[in-house]
């Protein structure tokens, strides 16, 4: 049997200022860190030890696809996301040196580092080996960090260190350079992670043996017959799949959202990422989505396939895609003023929608039951409140 491979990933995001509207040369899209050239983000990510497959340039922010995950740079804001046995903490003080040296950032604004419990934590390596190491990892760099533990310690948990801002009065702000300054929406970070896939949805993802010709053309084709490149209306997306030899899968998506009035999400417009990345071996299946787009709770019309989905119906294309045994949903929010008309807070709000698309009877438009999507039972569900951010976290088992 091939040696295991570890799917859930390390996923490090550093601010360097609350927007990229704050940086000095904020009226170029292509200030900040942006600036810096590929080939030193190359560098900095050999000591992580991946490499680049493929690079999508938008207006606001760049979309590495890596050989083990993702990386995005906006002017303001790095997110590294790696998985298998990857040293992505290592790569932090070379990325703080870059950022110093050649955008002009010498101070992080805040800092997060998060993971789900790996499944074959033996087989990592450096300061990954164990979480108190990652902890004090951080902590030798930061003076200001708080680590924490969310879920099951003998089961699926997620790990979470973070820092507090550098300037406390700013809370971060909207993802986009084109929302307006005194208007910004909430920093929103969705993630599914998802374990032991169904085999009729890991199968997909192993191709016959033998040579890929073109992993880019067969990761877009696979894409589009599973529906992940309908996942976002098709017109807001641009998609950058791969698929691996002899299994695997990874896709970043750039999401332009609002320049039409379907899609635009509190009358505001924006860019904001999607990324998926899939194990699909027998034994250790795994596959993730995460995504920045502020999402709408509710949709008026949740199934016009040009509007920005909602938080339900998101999960459910997500979901009835991977048919996963076992998930853990968690949804990040900037916490200023993010109650609703009802007094309900987001996170209040996301946990009912957590609910409704994995445990109400998921049926389609005629209200038949949606053929694939298997019953689940929710297992964990917890909210916390972090300065400045609010976190709602569930996990979920099929039932069957
Ligand atoms: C596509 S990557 C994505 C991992 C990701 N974090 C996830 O959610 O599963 C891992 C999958 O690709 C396969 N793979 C094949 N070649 C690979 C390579 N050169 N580097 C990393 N993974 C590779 C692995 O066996 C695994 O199934």
Redesign the pocket.
Known sequence: MASP?E???KLLEIWFAPSATDLDDSTSPKCGLRKVKSSVWEEMLDIVQCKVLSIVRGDEMDAYLL???SFFVSPHRLILKT??TTLNLLGLPRILEIAATQANLPCVHRCFYSRKSFMFPERQLGPHRDWKYEVEFLDNIFPNGAAYSVGKMNGDHWLLYMTEPTNSEVIPGSPSLSAARDHPLPDYTIEILMSDLAPAARHPFIPPPGPIESPSLDGQNLSASLGISDIFPSHLTTLDAYS???????ANALIKWGADPVSRIDDASGEGYYTI?????EGWS???FECNVPLPPAHPSPHDPKAIPDLLSLIRRVVTIFQPGRLSLTLFISSEDNENDQGESAIEVAQRAFKAALISPPVDDNLSAIPGIREYKRTDKINYEFGGYDLAFASFEARR
């Open positions: 491979f799917g859930p990933e050989s083990e995950s998985c298998g691996f030899s002899p299994c695997g899968y990874s990345h899939v194990t699909p071996e795994y596959a993730s």
